[in-house]
């Protein structure tokens, strides 16, 4: 794979409207982190007592983060708004020339900087809630 602008990286929430997403704004730092608990089933049988995990077994989840300058007063007030009541609502992430992921999402964390000579800048962390989509772009 060539080299990618990760400025091109893309958060959106969707709108009123199901399936249509409004910007919140372009991520300048961002992680996609997916997790997969094992579940041990190492008993006595187990061969030396090595380490058994069980295939296909455990908890799936995802975390987003990343970090950016919000789009405009509107993507202020809905992630605000989200934060504050606690919704899990469809976020999605593009990753440019790669991939884009829709999932039910939480803000589980929300920082907002607003420096006096500079944008008003986020910071945000989402957990999973659900199976997310990928679809390659």
Sequence with gaps: MANQAGKLTALSVESATPTVYNAVGGLRAKSVRMN???????????TDLWQELLSGGGVKSMEISGSGVFEDDAAIERVRTLFIVGTIEDWRVSLPSWQQIDCLMHISSLEIDSPHDGAVAFSITL???????????
């Design 36 to 46: 997969a608990q094992s579940i041990d089933v190492t008993d006595s049988e187990s």
């Design 127 to 137: 957990q999973s809630s659900g199976k997310p989509t990928f679809t390659g772009i």
